[in-house]
Structure formats: structure tokens, C-alpha cells
């Protein structure tokens, strides 16, 4: 295709006039049907390497995901543009499924967003068989290697697709991978002589500070009172974001916070506040950030470090989008790296730790050995940990093992808002409402208030449509469980919480199988990259950017110039030359005639440093003291 025709898809939509460094050679690859791998940092804009080409080829594109929250912020994105796009997701029913891929099939649908355990249900294969698809889009690549910081089972099933659609050219994208990772990715996916495109992950415009600081809360104020613009402070649970907000509020900085916890309203409301700028720094924990594209944050602070550097450079990153000078500042003090020593040392499970995780999770969801399979349950992770007494991140990283030997599915905390279709045709319905009168108003209400409602599922707001039918949500609520019951409608209440599932049925804990090579490799992994970012902390001698890209595999990277370790060594090298200029000026003036030591030290504005001049002097034999008085040595 045409350059200008890509470059006029670009502008119609996203309102860019240029790409950025690499998307279009990136575009011209995938409609050259090759296989791509795309390795752009954080802010890079990786979806507009499918998104623009998908848009331009006859059929639909697949992206696989494995972050719902991420794949219903696109969905929803490009819905917003006027573009057909559907998510399937292990939150969603199977009728909601069903009606989504047969839409694929038949409706203008352009893009199809699916988890990677969907892909290979029969329901999703069936309907795959019919598809025109042209393009399979694979984010978030790294999950699919061994190697990659965040491994998912389900990602290895991916190159399975291509005995289906052996033509289709497929492109990986990633924001976190080393070589080691890139290289796994085309292999796992059964690449067919992949272009590597790889932007350098330097970010000239991003100033990286660690500082050991004991009082935070004072470094923070400072922080945000010498900066202007948006700003993000993560830190490390959900009682310290709110501590924090009204912190900064009490010195004056418009904050807000935001956690996982929160009621979804509350978090949509709290995210756009601070989106429009009517709230200038947001407190978060890492549960923010994903599909963020806000381009104007010039400082993101970590109060607390995170435990590995591919999380901090993705968090850092979501500042100075727009290419202006931004901040990725990191706080920390001599407890925090000790935190992190004795994480590496002890945060990861014995294998009879696992099996008696594994047995309280079967407790916790009450089933019996052998029934769960494929079925997705509501899992409130704080709950079970306390109603259990387990350490969290123990527990976490046994959770981990289970879903790395497939015994476990584990799907990311997202807002499910309620969803609503109509079953029956517009006759029955009619007939349905002259024989109950008394839900003929909500069902008037739902008509007119959302349109496709008897081809898919629609989501709704209780609140809404108790407000335009003048009744309680209760009320409202009723009512839709009713007309489900009676079979009139879907209706699917609104769900936060993550979803555990068991895909092969529960099993006795005392027959769990941890394979060893995979155990191990596991303990070394988090070892390793925990390590370096213990190593990266501690060491203030290496500039902190080079450091990073040196790990990302760029080992050809030069100091940055900009980080606290370049600022220190240029405070140096200036207080060098002063030093060197102090020298001069003291030694002009003894030369003139001897003057006494202490009319010479009151000459100079800074003392100590006359005093340390005058001793290095006297030592190197340059001037000779007598007495009160100081001379040039002839």
C-alpha cells in the first residue's frame, strides 16, 4: 500500500500527521505479509503498528492480550473513532462469546481482541474456521518466553493458530524484552525469517533520579513544589495511596488516589479527573497505568522501588510522552534495599508451600476433586490471604508456579460493568409486556436508552436506569433478575474482582506435579532479576540509563547525562574548576606579598574550602608558612 494511503488512515483517525520513529516501517512490513517482531518502549505507540495496517487489509485482525483491561481500553478507543472492534475475555459468559464471534463472521467487524486461553476453546476455533482473517497481533510478547518477566502458560498455544491460518502474517510486539526474550518469542511463535524492528530504549528527554532519602515525605512536597505539570506517585499498597494524596493535598498539591479496591465509578472518575488536569497528581498503586496515554506527565516518583527493572522502566516511561523534559524519580532508603535482599533470600515458596496454597484455594472455592474445569470464579486475593493467614507475596509467587504448570488460570483485576441483550424477538417482548404490566417502564427504559440491544450484549448502569424509571437500584435490579429468570433477557451483573479458574478440574494437592526444570528456572529468574535491580539500585558509580539499557541488551549505551549518578559527576567536575580557580586567585595574592592566614581565609566567601586549598598548598610546597604569615616559596 501506498505510503500516503497510510499516512491519510493515520491522520483520519489518531490525527497524527507523521509516524513515529519505526511504525511505518513497521506498517509496510505487516502489509508485506511478513512476520515482524516490534520491540518500542513504553510510549512508543505499539498499537498503531497493527491498528493502522489492520484497517487498511480486507478481513479483521486478531490481537491476543493477556490484559483485559488493556484490551477493553482499545475496544473501546477505537469504538470511539467509529471503528468495529470486539473483546472476548474469560470474564465474559459463553453466550456473550458466541454472539461476539458470530458478529466477526458477519458483521464489519475489524478487530478481535481475545485473551490467549480463549484461542483455543472449539467454540473459538469453530468460529475461526470462517473468519477472513488478515492479520494476527500478538502485545505483550515477552508472556509467551520462558524468560519474559511475566510468563503465561496459554501464550505457548498461540503458534497452534498458524494450522489454521498458515498465511497469515503474524507481528509480536513488546515494550520489556532482552535478546534473550526477542529470540524466544520468534521461536515460540514458529516465525518464518521474522524482521526485527528495535527501537533504542533511551529516552533522551527522561532524567532518572534515585535518592536515598530517610524522610519521604518532605523529599516528595519538595518534589512536586520545584516541578510544574502532571505528575503519578505509585507506591506499595492501597492504604499508603490515600495517605499520601492527603498529604500532598495538605501542602497545597491537588492529588487524588487510585487502587484496585475502589468502587469502578470512583476509579473512572478518579482517572479522568486527572486525565482533563483537574487533579494534578494522581496516587496510585501499579494497578494504574495500563492504556494511560497521557502525553503531558512530567514527573512519575516511585515511593516505594518495585522489585525488578522491567516494572520500573514501564511505570518511569508514562512520563514526558509528549518528548519534553519529564522526571522518573525513585525514592528509597537503606530499608527498602534490605526489603529487597530479604525478598530474594526468602519470597519465593518451597514446593509444599505451593501444594498447601493450591489445597486453601480448593478450600476457599469449596470444590470438590475434579469439578472446576474450565469454570471461571470470582477470586478476592485479600480475603483468601487473610482468611487463610498466608503471606501475600509467598503467596503470589506459589500462585505464579501453579499457573506456570497449568494448573491455574489467573486473570487480571478489570471493572466488568453489568451487561444486558434481549432474548425473545420485538412480538414476544410486546406480548411479554401486556402480561406483566408492571415491567413494561424498564423495559420501555432499556429500549430507548441502548441501541443493538437485541443483536449483543450491551453494558448498562442500574443506577441510570432507576434514576429514568424513578425507582431504587434494588428495585431495578430485581426487576432484571426477573426478566431473566423469565427469559426475556441476558442479563449479567458488573463484576471487579480477578477470576481464578482450574482448566483441567481440581486436582489433590499430594498429586501436583511442580516440574523441577521449570521450578528452578522460575527461582533463578526472579533471582536474577531482582538482583539487578537490587545491583542498579545500590550502584551510584554507572549512569543509572546506561545501566538499564545495558540490561535491555544495549550494550553499546553511553551516560545519559541527565540521571543522578551524570548530575553528581558533573557537580564534580564544576566544583573542580572552582576549586581550580579559588587556587589561582590564592596563590596570585601571596605572591604579591606574604599575608597573614586568617586576613587571606576572610578574602574568600567560602572558607572551608580556602582552608583545604591552603594545607594542599603548603603540603605540595608551592607556599611556605611562618608563623600567622604565608609567603610563595622562592
Given at each position: 500500500m501506498a505510503?500516503s494511503?497510510?499516512?491519510?488512515?493515520l491522520k483520519?483517525?489518531w490525527?497524527?500527521d507523521?509516524?513515529?520513529?519505526?511504525q511505518?516501517d513497521?506498517?509496510?512490513a505487516?502489509?508485506s505479509k511478513?512476520?515482524?517482531?516490534?520491540?518500542l518502549?513504553?510510549?512508543?505507540?505499539?498499537?498503531?503498528?497493527?491498528?493502522?495496517?489492520?484497517l487498511?487489509?480486507d478481513?479483521i485482525?486478531?490481537v491476543i492480550?493477556p490484559?483485559?483491561a488493556?484490551?477493553?481500553?482499545q475496544v473501546?478507543?477505537?469504538?470511539?473513532?467509529?471503528i468495529?472492534?470486539?473483546?472476548?475475555?474469560s470474564?465474559?459468559?459463553y453466550?456473550e462469546?458466541?454472539?461476539?464471534l458470530?458478529?466477526?463472521?458477519?458483521?464489519s467487524?475489524k478487530?478481535?481482541?481475545?485473551?490467549p486461553?480463549?484461542?483455543l476453546?472449539?467454540?473459538f476455533i469453530?468460529?475461526?474456521k470462517?473468519?477472513?482473517?488478515a492479520?494476527?497481533?500478538?502485545?505483550?510478547a515477552?508472556?509467551?518466553s520462558?524468560?519474559g518477566?511475566?510468563?503465561?502458560?496459554?501464550?505457548?498455544?498461540?503458534a497452534?493458530?498458524?494450522?489454521y491460518?498458515?498465511?497469515?502474517?503474524v507481528i509480536a510486539l513488546?515494550?520489556t524484552a532482552?535478546?534473550e526474550v526477542?529470540?524466544d518469542?520468534?521461536?515460540?511463535l514458529?516465525m518464518?525469517?521474522?524482521?526485527?524492528?528495535?527501537?533504542?530504549?533511551e529516552?533522551?528527554?527522561?532524567?532518572?533520579?534515585?535518592l536515598?532519602?530517610?524522610?519521604?515525605e518532605?523529599?516528595?512536597?519538595?518534589?512536586?513544589?520545584?516541578?510544574?505539570?502532571s505528575?503519578i506517585v505509585?507506591?506499595?499498597n492501597?492504604r499508603?495511596?490515600?495517605e499520601i494524596a492527603n498529604?500532598?493535598?495538605?501542602?497545597?498539591?491537588?492529588?487524588?488516589?487510585?487502587h484496585?479496591?475502589?468502587d469502578?465509578?470512583?476509579?473512572?472518575?478518579?482517572?479522568?479527573?486527572?486525565?482533563?488536569?483537574?487533579?494534578?497528581v494522581?496516587?496510585?498503586?501499579?494497578?494504574?497505568g495500563m492504556?494511560?496515554?497521557k502525553p503531558?506527565v512530567r514527573?512519575?516518583?516511585?515511593?516505594?522501588?518495585?522489585?525488578?527493572?522491567?516494572?520500573?522502566?514501564?511505570?518511569?516511561?508514562?512520563a514526558?510522552?509528549?518528548g519534553?523534559?519529564a522526571?522518573?524519580?525513585l525514592l528509597?532508603d537503606?530499608?527498602?534495599?534490605?526489603e529487597l535482599?530479604?525478598?530474594?533470600k526468602?519470597?519465593f515458596?518451597?514446593k509444599?508451600?505451593?501444594?498447601?496454597?493450591?489445597?486453601?484455594?480448593?478450600?476457599f472455592?469449596?470444590?470438590?476433586?475434579?469439578?472446576?474445569?474450565?469454570?471461571?470464579l470470582e477470586f478476592?486475593?485479600?480475603?483468601?490471604?487473610?482468611?487463610?493467614?498466608?503471606n501475600?507475596?509467598?503467596?503470589?509467587?506459589?500462585l505464579?508456579?501453579?499457573?506456570?504448570?497449568?494448573?491455574?488460570?489467573?486473570?487480571?483485576?478489570?471493572?466488568m460493568p453489568?451487561?444486558?441483550?434481549f432474548?425473545?424477538?420485538?412480538?414476544e417482548?410486546y406480548?411479554y409486556?401486556?402480561?406483566?404490566p408492571k415491567?413494561d417502564?424498564l423495559i420501555?427504559?432499556?429500549?430507548?436508552?441502548?441501541?443493538?440491544?437485541?443483536?449483543e450484549?450491551?453494558?448498562?448502569?442500574?443506577?441510570?436506569?432507576?434514576?429514568r424509571?424513578?425507582?431504587?437500584?434494588?428495585?431495578?435490579t430485581k426487576n432484571?433478575?426477573?426478566?431473566?429468570k423469565?427469559?426475556?433477557?441476558?442479563?449479567?451483573?458488573?463484576s471487579?474482582?480477578?477470576?481464578?479458574?482450574?482448566?483441567n478440574?481440581?486436582i489433590r494437592?499430594?498429586?501436583l506435579?511442580?516440574?523441577k526444570?521449570?521450578y528452578?528456572?522460575?527461582?533463578?529468574q526472579i533471582?536474577?532479576r531482582n538482583?539487578?535491580?537490587i545491583?542498579l539500585?545500590?550502584?551510584?558509580?554507572?549512569?543509572?540509563?546506561q545501566q538499564?539499557l545495558n540490561?535491555?541488551?544495549e550494550?553499546?549505551?553511553?551516560?545519559c547525562?541527565?540521571?543522578?549518578?551524570?548530575?553528581?559527576?558533573k557537580?564534580?567536575?564544576?566544583?573542580?574548576k572552582?576549586?581550580?580557580?579559588?587556587?589561582?586567585?590564592?596563590?596570585?595574592?601571596?605572591?604579591?606579598k606574604?599575608i597573614?592566614?586568617?586576613?587571606?581565609i576572610?578574602?574568600?566567601?567560602?572558607?572551608t574550602e580556602v582552608?583545604?586549598?591552603i594545607?594542599?598548598?603548603?603540603g605540595?610546597?608551592?607556599i611556605?608558612?611562618?608563623g600567622k604569615w604565608?609567603?610563595?616559596?622562592?
Open positions: 505510503t494511503n497510510i499516512q491519510q488512515v483520519k483517525y490525527g497524527y507523521k509516524f513515529r520513529p519505526l511505518e513497521i506498517i509496510h505487516v502489509l511478513k512476520d515482524s517482531i516490534a520491540l518502549p513504553t510510549g512508543g505507540g505499539k498499537s498503531i503498528c497493527f491498528q493502522v495496517p489492520g487498511t487489509l478481513g485482525t486478531i492480550s490484559l483485559v488493556l484490551m477493553k481500553d473501546d478507543n477505537l469504538k470511539s473513532k467509529g468495529k472492534a470486539v473483546c472476548i475475555s470474564l465474559m459468559t453466550r462469546i458466541d454472539i461476539a458470530d458478529n466477526c463472521i458477519y458483521g467487524v478487530f478481535l481482541y481475545v485473551s486461553e480463549r484461542i476453546t472449539e467454540l469453530a468460529r475461526l470462517k473468519m477472513n482473517v492479520l494476527i497481533a500478538i502485545d505483550e515477552h508472556c509467551i520462558q524468560w518477566y511475566d510468563f503465561r502458560p496459554s501464550y505457548l498455544q498461540i497452534k493458530l498458524r494450522e491460518l498458515p498465511k497469515v502474517p513488546t515494550a532482552t535478546e526477542i529470540s518469542i520468534g521461536s515460540r514458529e518464518i525469517n521474522p524482521i526485527h524492528f528495535r527501537k533504542s530504549f529516552r533522551n528527554n527522561l532524567s532518572y533520579l534515585f536515598n532519602e530517610s524522610d519521604k518532605n523529599r516528595l512536597i519538595k518534589i512536586f513544589r520545584k516541578t510544574t505539570g505528575g505509585y507506591a506499595r492501597r499508603l495511596t490515600a498529604l500532598l493535598q495538605n501542602h497545597g498539591i491537588s492529588s487524588d488516589f487510585y484496585a479496591g475502589l469502578p465509578e470512583q476509579r473512572n472518575q478518579k482517572q479522568a479527573d486527572w486525565i482533563a488536569g483537574k487533579v494534578r494522581i496516587v496510585c498503586t501499579n494497578a494504574f492504556g494511560i496515554d503531558d514527573v512519575v516518583v516511585h515511593y516505594n522501588p518495585p522489585d525488578c527493572i522491567e516494572a520500573y522502566f514501564q511505570e518511569a516511561g508514562r514526558g510522552r509528549d519534553n523534559l522526571y522518573g524519580t528509597y537503606d530499608k527498602d534495599i534490605s535482599e530479604y525478598q530474594l526468602n519470597a515458596p518451597e509444599e508451600e505451593v501444594r498447601k496454597v493450591y489445597q486453601a484455594l480448593v478450600n472455592f469449596q470444590l470438590a476433586t475434579g469439578s472446576g474445569k474450565e469454570e471461571y478476592d486475593f485479600d480475603l483468601f490471604c487473610k482468611s487463610y493467614n498466608l501475600q507475596v509467598r503467596t503470589h509467587k506459589a505464579d508456579l501453579l499457573a506456570r504448570n497449568s494448573y491455574l488460570v489467573l486473570t487480571d483485576a478489570v471493572f453489568s451487561r444486558l441483550m432474548k425473545v424477538n420485538k412480538n417482548l406480548d409486556q401486556l402480561r406483566f415491567m417502564a420501555k427504559v432499556a429500549l430507548r436508552s441502548y441501541s443493538g440491544i437485541f443483536d450484549f450491551v453494558a448498562i448502569k442500574e443506577k441510570d436506569l432507576a434514576y424509571t424513578k425507582t431504587s437500584v434494588e428495585q431495578v432484571l433478575d426477573l426478566l431473566n423469565h427469559e426475556i433477557v441476558h442479563y449479567i451483573k458488573q471487579i474482582l480477578p477470576k481464578v479458574c482450574f482448566p478440574g481440581v494437592a499430594k498429586d506435579f511442580l516440574d526444570e521449570t528452578e528456572l522460575r527461582k533463578k533471582e536474577t538482583g539487578a535491580f545491583q539500585l545500590k550502584n551510584a558509580q554507572i549512569c543509572r540509563s538499564m540490561y535491555f541488551g550494550k553499546d549505551a553511553k551516560p547525562g541527565r540521571c543522578d549518578v551524570c548530575l553528581q559527576r557537580a564534580k567536575i564544576i566544583n573542580s572552582q576549586l581550580l580557580s579559588l587556587e589561582t586567585q590564592i596563590v596570585s595574592r601571596i605572591s604579591e606574604p597573614e592566614y586568617e586576613i587571606l576572610e578574602q574568600f566567601d567560602s572558607s582552608i583545604e586549598i594545607r594542599f598548598l603548603i605540595k610546597g608551592t611556605v608558612q611562618e604565608l609567603k610563595l616559596r622562592i
